[in-house]
């Protein structure tokens, strides 16, 4: 509850207070004087809430309990319902928010919160653990979504999801190029996702690298992740393809040295690569080492996309 | 912390003490004795955590502060580095899964949470409030996401955003009508996407009849969702578009009273409707209205879309 207006912390305790002592719970009440209070009540059954009051009009409500029945949630509806309207009928009128918020589950064999890379906080739809795999680079999960299907999740960050088409295509330069009869060499990929798309182009020869570190990715996505790479990643490889598990630099600079030159390279590394050799100094030196690379065996008029 | 076996309460209490100790934080423990125990720890500026250690093998810890400063937060990721160094020391092997949560932020002036309508908890990159009225008949607020671009929430619903052309695509038919020439006919539809969509595609007539529910939707649309109307809400009249303010019962029975027949109609009204008249006995009864008079104004080959 955000209030318009300073609290009575008193006031407020002494409102709130009958509707957690009717839940057969007990209070232990913090004063801090110029902080205000933390109210903390305790039921038998192990469930507890924390009622903290700020001052200037801040009050929080928090109830934890270790339980997932229904009828669990619906007793913790009805409370605060009672609190709400508790608090309604005390600050009539100067209330400026209330928010509730769903419960966080903890401890559950599904874990259905995976935060974005800037931080924030979402809970996915995800009803079962398809895939989970240490690999002695990285966990690689995947996670059945009923909204996004398969989801590809490397050391818990969320990578591709099998209804992410258009981040497949936005990196083919997003169906305005020609792959027909092309040579085109992909960088990682390792979901398979780029190669599947590009086979169907009628490409002259699509070479995928993929280093050992990806093998386990491969080895997931061929199974889980079919809706994105369908049966590419069965065979290393096809009339027109081939997937070489090996580090990208050295494959790079042999085909430089070969003067074997390519129409499009993709590179879709992950965004923050994993070191294998020592030769890159940083991130940075990575990133600028593939990329003069790239540049050295793509034709005259050829195409580089990246993420 | 979820263990792979029973965690041994005191252990776990003497184990992590020091910790919170460390920080000037005062103890004070509940033991359920079946139920494990409730730690709280105190801090003089108004900050405090609860350690709950449930005896089958699930440890929590939160932390509680008033406090937006990135000295706050890097405090924070100290303590819980520190928590989850000595967990594993304590634990060694056998703590099944450590999950770090972002920290939620409650009362201050951007609310960036807004579950799904499946209940499942959602933070958007929300960084500033740009419309929010409360009209007779629901709040009207108008976010603005980095990602999504201005997001349209009605009462708390996250109705559509800047981004969301696909939604507005997918109920015109998915690119695969032809509109030219037609009498389109859209129910609801206040942000002025379709509108906007099809009005591009030179079609004979569209009229749009939106209920005096949406005044307040389309004046914050026309001003704030510019990227999804454009500026077809600015008038309520254009050379081949008319929008009607008013409920669209009547008008339905007007239409089919005067022969008056349509190409397509769109029914982007509210999933769940908002009431105005006591003619509909329930959801269902209105949305069976809906369908039924749509269909007298249909031309034998017209189509109906709708979500």
Redesign the interface.
């Given at each position: 509850f955000?209030l318009n207006l300073a609290a009575d912390c008193n006031a407020v305790l002494k409102a709130l207070q009958p509707i957690f002592q009717e839940q057969g719970m007990t209070e232990?009440v913090?004063n801090?004087e110029d902080?205000?209070y933390?109210v903390?009540y305790?039921k038998?059954?192990?469930s507890?809430a924390?009622l903290?009051i700020?001052p200037h009009g801040?009050v929080?409500v928090?109830l934890?309990s270790?339980n997932d029945d229904m009828k669990g949630r619906e007793e913790v509806d009805q409370l605060l319902n009672k609190v709400e309207d508790r608090m309604k009928e005390l600050i009539h009128g100067n209330i400026k928010?209330v928010?509730r918020?769903?419960a966080?589950l903890?401890?559950g064999v599904i874990?259905?919160?995976w935060?974005t890379a800037?931080?924030?906080?979402?809970?996915?739809?995800i009803d079962e653990v398809v895939y989970d795999e240490d690999s002695p680079f990285q966990n690689i999960k995947i996670l059945h979504s009923k909204q996004f299907g398969n989801i590809l999740i490397l050391s818990g960050d969320v990578n591709l999801a099998e209804s992410d088409l258009a981040y497949t295509q936005a990196i083919m330069g997003s169906g305005k190029e020609d792959y027909t009869g092309k040579e085109v060499l992909i960088l990682g990929g390792g979901d398979g996702g780029i190669l599947y798309e590009i086979v169907k182009l009628k490409p002259k020869m699509v070479t995928m690298v993929a280093s050992n570190i990806d093998q386990m990715v491969i080895d997931g996505c061929k199974k889980y992740m079919r809706k994105t790479c369908g049966d590419v990643l069965d065979n290393l490889k096809g009339d027109c393809y081939q997937v070489l598990i090996e580090d990208c630099i050295p494959v790079l600079k042999r085909y430089a040295k070969e003067g074997r030159m390519f129409d499009y390279v993709i590179n879709d590394l992950t965004a923050v690569p994993i070191s294998t050799s020592p030769e890159e100094d940083s991130t940075w030196e990575f990133l600028r080492l593939i990329l003069d690379l790239s540049m050295k065996v793509l034709k005259q008029d050829g195409k580089y996309f990246t993420q």
């Open positions: 955000s232990t913090h801090w902080h205000g933390l903390t305790i038998k059954n192990g507890f924390n903290r700020h801040l929080l928090d934890q270790y928010r928010k918020l769903p966080i903890r401890g874990d259905r919160y935060p800037d931080g924030r906080l979402v809970e996915y739809d």
